[in-house]
């Protein structure tokens, strides 16, 4: 049971105040000192924005030993969040990310994990020097997308890798689809394997029963979570939670020594300070509401003719639950694919969706939503359907191609001599760099995987419905670096399916 009186302090948030109400003539970075070295943007975002862009002092804190007020902010965090220990992020989720593999996996080091895990894992992988056995998530065919890992797999993968570091889960994935994350846990620290999650999307999850179970509530070891996208933080600031056991937090945080910057953004800082007491005091009042003005949407939407929306008929394999406030709606049957329906309501509605892929398009309803909001989206969808309902044609979407074979570590994929090719002509050839589309940042083929003729005959269709290609050095994607010729070769990891 959380302190109210406790977590309506906002220590570090006080303290930036506090210095800046001091009325302190600085003479020490950043350089635009207050804004006034930076006048036209102090103009539109305001003095006290600039003037809490401050840098690490005693009565700031320090974020890689903190011991005053940084160190206050996250010992409230914790609690609020049910974890140990909490670490604030500036560098995103992102840097949680790599912190957690870094933090359990040494050079050659085995990680178990989900094939639709983000692009960070991949760069986690590189900085860690871990071997990744890959886990094919369940796919729903319906909507084209991977769901997500069963506690199955991980047992089987756990049986056939006894000396893995680590378990690596998705809870949710962007669609907002959750594994069976208990009996996950359950299963890994029956072998005393620590399992690490990516919840990105999740800082929402814990405050309601209606959801489902965050990393903490599951007994998850860590969890990075993107307190910026549904708890209230602004963008770049995140926190990473540690439940003490498998993991020290004396490893954890050297590990973040390595990847934080020593320049934090106190702007961020302060953010994630009022945004978790906003969550400890009024969280479950506001996820209530949230998880009200979804499900009305949700009902109107499902509604119109010609959608399908991703419901609870996804449950089973791979998906124990599912996040209704991510609104996921496939569109073939309005006879577009969802970077049409996107850009169409970008040009004409001036409303963005959060995702959109080849078969649908992702509304994401938050604490900061009313009546209105969602009832103008609701509005704009129907316009939309109505246009386009008399249109019978229904697209054809690919499945998704296979898991390439791993022939070499990303990490020594990434250090080692290269060559770029066309990417129509790569076929056979062995990937220094990742393919996505960007949201979600899932790759078709990472570094170290044989690139296959199904990989590069999708990236064709992406690049054909105006998807956001991203992951190689050529912008266009285009063109692809690869492995040279006569290399040596390690044995291929094997996937478990």
Not at 194 to 203: K, N, Q, R, S, T
Request: some cysteine; charged content about 20%.
């Amino acid at each position: 049971m959380l302190d109210r009186l406790e977590q309506e302090q906002t220590p570090l948030f006080d303290a930036v105040k506090n210095y800046i109400n001091a009325g302190i003539v600085p003479f020490h970075v950043p350089g635009h000192k207050q804004g006034r070295g930076l006048q036209e943007f102090k103009e539109f975002v305001g003095a006290d924005v600039l003037a809490m862009d401050l840098t690490c002092m005693p009565d700031l804190d320090n974020i890689i030993n903190p011991t005053g007020a940084i160190k206050k902010a996250q010992e409230l965090a914790a609690k609020t969040f049910g974890a140990d220990h909490a670490y604030f992020l500036v560098n995103g989720t992102t840097c949680g990310i790599q912190a957690m593999i870094m933090a359990v996996c040494q050079p050659g080091d085995k990680l178990i994990l989900p094939r639709n895990a983000h692009k960070s894992a991949v760069g986690g992988l590189i900085l860690s020097g871990a071997n990744p056995i890959y886990l094919e998530p369940q796919v729903n065919k319906d909507f084209g997308f991977s769901v997500g890992i069963t506690p199955e797999q991980v047992e089987r993968a756990l049986k056939e890798h006894p000396d893995a570091s680590g378990v690596f889960v998705i809870n949710p994935t962007y669609y907002g689809a959750t594994p069976d994350l208990k009996a996950i846990v359950e299963i890994a620290h029956s072998r005393r394997v620590p399992v690490i999650v990516d919840e990105a999307h999740g800082a929402h999850f814990g405050f309601s029963p209606d959801l489902p179970p965050s990393a903490m509530e599951a007994g998850a070891d860590l969890a990075a979570s993107s307190t910026h996208k549904l708890a209230g933080s602004m963008t770049q600031s995140s926190i990473l939670l540690l439940r003490e056991g498998l993991i020290g937090p004396q490893r954890v945080k050297s590990v973040l020594n390595l990847t934080q910057t020593t320049s934090p953004s106190y702007v961020l800082l302060a953010s994630l300070d009022v945004a978790r007491k906003q969550m400890a005091l009024n969280g479950k009042e506001l996820v209530r509401r949230t998880i009200d003005l979804a499900l009305w949407t949700r009902e109107q939407i499902g509604a119109i003719k010609g959608i399908s929306l991703l419901d609870e008929r996804a449950l089973g394999s791979g998906c124990a639950a599912l996040d209704p406030t991510k609104v996921t709606v496939n569109v073939q049957g309005l006879g577009m694919s969802g970077y049409e329906m996107e850009s169409i309501l970008r040009q004409h509605f001036k409303l963005q969706v959060e995702l959109a892929d080849l078969y649908n398009v992702i509304f994401l309803i938050t604490i900061a939503d009313s009546e209105e909001t969602v009832g103008y989206l609701v509005n704009c969808f129907k316009d939309v359907a109505k246009k386009r309902s008399s249109r019978k044609v229904v697209r054809y979407c690919p499945p998704l191609p296979p898991i390439p074979d791993l022939c070499v570590l990303p990490r020594e994929a990434f250090y080692s001599q290269t060559t770029v090719v066309d990417l129509w002509d790569a076929e056979g050839e062995i990937s220094a760099e990742s393919i996505m589309a960007y949201p979600p940042g899932i790759p078709l083929v990472c570094p170290g995987e044989r690139l296959t003729k199904e990989v590069i005959e999708y990236v064709a269709i992406l690049r054909q419905e105006n998807a956001d290609l991203q992951g190689t050095e050529d912008p266009l994607v285009q063109k692809i670096k690869v492995l040279r010729h006569g290399l040596t070769l390690v044995e291929p990891v094997m996937d478990v399916g």
